[in-house]
């Protein structure tokens, strides 16, 4: 077709004469010339081509004459003849091929037809095969009539019918196989089938034989010993109806070997148990899931399954590798145990032995559930059994082992293993359950989960049964507490005996702070002294103790240990310390325990706790102290007073102020569940707090009463010249302040400087108002004692002048500050001359604008008595203006 178009196309046609048609040489080719792979329209132009040119050579050796001229011009026609020969062959075939393709494309049409004719026929077939399933089904249903309900009842009858024939092929069995226990005493057709029956025959038989127990348990207490059955009404001479067996006195049928059935059937049942838990044996060391799954299902009906159960696990190569290892002492350094038991060292963590144990635990569950879900169909119960033999076994004994040891070593290394170790188990539960175990990759089921969590309670229940936890907890932080006030004790018990001797009255006050601190000193003194106490824990008590060798030494022989003035002061280390290890006691409560029911009632105890140590032993024997060196200082006042014990109180409010926080940011949150309990300790705390605030301001008061005496006593001190100089005294700037505005400015700034250091806020500012109105006081009556010249007016204003400065170098509220324009005025009477004192008085008390508002007049005039100049006529007319 290619080759005709391309033929077709060529704008030379060659017109045909009968002469050429005739000598044309002609190539004969078919459709399978075109047909072929091979076929290629280049070839075939070139074969027409050559074929017409060997035609026209042969031409040329006709004529010998023109072959020059043949050689010299190209002949074009036996190439069109060739050409049109071909053209003609090629218009042929294409007719022909043109009538093929209309006939099959007739064809085709004809098949298209009928095939879509079919399929139509066959689509409604489809359907009416559709239809008529629906409804049969509808039929069977029961939604159309009661052919459903009919073929279900017959469906349910053949069921019961098979259900019945197999009990009666059983019943059969069974009566076969009593037959045989009761004449011939064995049971060889049931052990014919134990052994032919494989891993189904040994299920059956377990079956039948518990059935034929419980047989011969029925049968056996019908019959009365003493009476003879009957057979047709005929009694035999020897009451047994003719029957070679005898009976046992309960009745059973006794052959004359003296077997019972019951005798028989229970040996056949125990020799059939054995079997099967040999059997399981083997297939489990040849890892035979299939094998021990059939085994255990036979033995389901023997005691429940318990004793394949415990085949399983006691001959579990886990219990075997441990059963030596669990009994091993503890390897633990020494080191690890000093950290445990070191109150201010974080804690080492789990005992390495008992977390190696714990892990394999971990790992040995997670593979061993494999095996039991895969060769038991009763699978949970088998694995709660080994769970609950590896908490009771493996890892209770290690535990107790653990914290023993740590109980030998002090109180506080057995809760920190106590916590450590309950922490890392019940990490362990987790993993456990978010593993699945035998639901892996689901996590465990409710029943594994409900034993695990019985299992985690139930080993460490005994160390929380009813306040054992708590004690513990109260008897470290107690030892703690003792241990690092020890010292502190001793001091202020050393401080008293010495008071005691000089002072009865001293000795009385804060009877009970007294008698706690004594307490404490002697009781842990004997617990030093103690001969069962483990080295361990007597060095770590030393330790925290701060005593050495050779104080442990004089204790022991009753000497006395040295202490130094550092020892009986407060310190904020020690608080937080103490304060610490309440919190580690806190939260290691919250975590044990879980913050049940019974965590306000262990707070209150915490917080009994707190108050006793901290408070009592601590802060309030620190108070008691400064309060005796206030008492001691007040009653020697011939010198002037030491007041340094009042840099003191600001480590005890600091003491006081951590201590409240700790209440109400700890204790008091964690008892708010118990209204009484939180009650109660918000009660306790506020008059322990009331307690202390008292015990300070009293401290704070009888410091001001000491300074105003001292100060009283300085003032008392000031000469009567000071202020009357003779005329020839030459005064310099620097000696216008009189000594004894020097002396009571430089205690005062001292107290001062003592104040600002132990107190602050509205502490401060109370306690410097309350030394300023005192010290006012003093100066306003202190100024209407001495006869003042006009020179020594300038010394009185000087010295008003600087002790206006120290009042304003305190800080003082503004409403103080009339009184300071009170003192200026004072001096300015003995300074101003008697016209300008006139004008300056006039309006005193009247409410105009004077610097003594608010100042009577009366009140003035001590004042201006005491000008030397009062006897004049001007200071006169003042005087009776006045």
């Not at 459709?31 to 792979?37: E, G, V, W």
């Not at 073929?151 to 069995?173: H, S």
């Not at 608010?854 to 006897?871: A, W």
């Amino acid at each position: 077709m290619a080759l005709r178009n391309a033929v077709e196309a060529t704008p030379y046609q060659a017109t045909r004469s009968p002469s050429l048609q005739t000598t044309r040489n002609t190539q004969t080719f078919t459709l399978d010339t075109f047909s072929s792979k091979d076929f290629i329209v280049k070839d075939f132009v070139e074969s027409l081509s050559d074929a017409a040119t060997s035609t026209r050579r042969s031409g040329q050796g006709l004529s010998s004459t023109n072959a020059y001229q043949a050689n010299q011009a190209f002949d074009p026609k036996p190439l069109i003849r060739t050409f049109e020969s071909a053209l003609s062959r090629l218009k042929t075939l294409s007719e022909d091929l043109e009538s093929r393709e209309n006939e099959l494309s007739g064809s085709v049409r004809r098949a298209e037809g009928q095939h879509n004719s079919n399929v139509k026929s066959r689509e409604r077939e489809l359907e009416k095969a559709i239809d008529s399933f629906q409804r049969l089904e509808r039929t069977l249903d029961g939604d159309g009539d009661v052919g459903g309900n009919a073929a279900m009842r017959i469906g349910e009858r053949l069921e019961e019918l098979d259900r019945q024939r197999q009990r009666a092929q059983d019943a059969k069995f069974i009566l076969h196989c009593w037959l045989e226990v009761s004449e011939r005493g064995d049971l060889s057709t049931l052990e014919d089938v134990r052994k032919t029956g494989g891993g189904d025959g040994k299920v059956r038989c377990a079956h039948i034989a518990r059935q034929l127990l419980r047989i011969s348990q029925r049968i056996g207490p019908q019959v009365d010993g003493s009476s003879a059955p009957q057979t047709n009404g005929v009694h035999f001479a020897n009451g047994t109806n003719g029957d070679s067996r005898d009976r046992s006195p309960g009745g059973n049928l006794r052959r004359k070997d003296g077997k019972t059935p019951r005798e028989v059937i229970e040996k056949f049942l125990e020799m059939l148990e054995k079997d099967l838990l040999r059997s399981f044996d083997e297939f489990y060391r040849r890892q035979n899931f299939d094998g021990m799954r059939e085994c255990a299902t036979a033995l389901r009906d023997f005691s429940d399954g318990n004793s394949v159960i415990s085949l399983f696990v006691n001959q579990h190569q886990f219990f075997i590798d441990r059963s030596q290892l669990v009994t091993e002492e503890l390897t633990t350094d020494t080191d690890t145990w000093d950290r445990l038991a070191d109150p201010d060292v974080d804690p080492p963590g789990v005992e390495p032995s008992l977390q190696s144990l714990i892990d394999e635990v971990k790992m040995v569950a997670q593979e061993e559930s494999f095996i039991i879900k895969r060769a038991f169909p009763y699978y949970d119960e088998v694995l709660a059994r080994f769970i609950q033999r590896v908490f009771q076994q493996s890892i209770q004994q290690r535990l107790e082992m653990v914290l023993n040891k740590a109980d030998d070593v002090s109180s506080l290394a057995f809760l920190r293993s106590l916590q450590a170790s309950r922490s890392y188990i019940a990490a362990l539960v987790e993993d456990l359950k978010a593993h699945g175990l035998t639901e892996h990759p689901e996590p465990v089921s409710s029943v594994i989960a409900a034993v695990l969590d019985q299992q985690l309670d139930e080993l460490f229940i005994p160390y929380f049964t009813g306040s054992s936890y708590i004690e513990r907890e109260k008897r470290n932080l107690s030892e703690l507490c003792e241990g690092l006030l020890f010292k502190f004790t001793l001091y202020h018990s050393k401080r008293r005996k010495g008071q005691a001797s000089s002072n009865t009255y001293i000795t009385a006050i804060s009877q009970r702070a007294k008698d706690w601190t004594s307490n404490a000193r002697e009781v842990y003194t004997e617990r030093l002294n103690n001969m069962d106490l483990p080295e361990n824990q007597k060095r770590i008590m030393l330790r925290v103790a701060r005593l050495g060798e050779k104080d442990h030494a004089n204790l022991k022989s009753e000497k006395d240990v040295d202490v130094t003035d550092e020892d009986g002061q407060l310190s904020l280390p020690f608080t937080k310390r103490m304060l610490r290890w309440l919190a580690e006691g806190v939260g290691r409560g919250l975590e044990l325990t879980g913050g049940g029911n019974e965590t306000p009632k262990e707070m209150r105890e915490l917080h009994q706790l707190l108050i006793a140590n901290m408070g009592e032993i601590y802060l309030e024997t620190a108070l008691d102290a400064a309060n005796d060196a206030a008492t001691a200082a007040e009653s020697n006042i011939r010198s002037e007073p030491d007041l340094t014990y009042i840099t003191d109180l600001r480590s005890a409010i600091s003491v006081l102020h951590l201590m409240l926080t700790t209440i109400q940011v700890l204790l008091l949150p964690l008892a708010a569940s118990n209204l009484t309990v939180h009650r109660e300790l918000e009660k306790r705390t506020n008059d322990f707090i009331e307690r202390m605030e008292n015990k300070i301001d009293a401290i704070l008061q009888r410091t001001i009463d000491i300074a105003m005496t001292w100060t009283s006593k300085l003032l008392s001190q000031q000469r009567k010249i000071d202020f009357r100089p003779r005329d020839d005294t030459n005064l310099q700037l620097d000696q216008l302040q009189t000594p004894t505005c020097q002396h009571v400015v430089t205690f005062l700034s001292r107290l001062q400087s003592r104040a600002s250091t132990a107190l602050s806020g509205r502490a401060l500012e109370s306690f410097s108002l309350e030394l300023a109105l005192g010290l006012r006081t003093l100066l306003v009556a202190h100024f209407k004692s001495y006869q003042v010249s006009l020179t020594g007016a300038l010394l009185v204003s000087k010295d008003i002048t600087r002790y206006i400065q120290l009042f304003r170098s305190w800080n003082l509220p503004m409403s103080f500050e009339p009184s300071l324009e009170v003192l200026t005025e004072i001096a300015s009477i003995f300074v101003i001359g008697p016209e300008a004192l006139r004008d300056r008085l006039r309006n005193v008390g009247g409410g105009g604008s004077g610097g003594l508002q608010g100042v009577e007049k009366t009140d003035l005039r001590p004042y201006v008595l005491r000008r030397e100049d009062s006897g004049t006529i001007g200071v006169q007319a003042v005087l009776n203006a006045l």
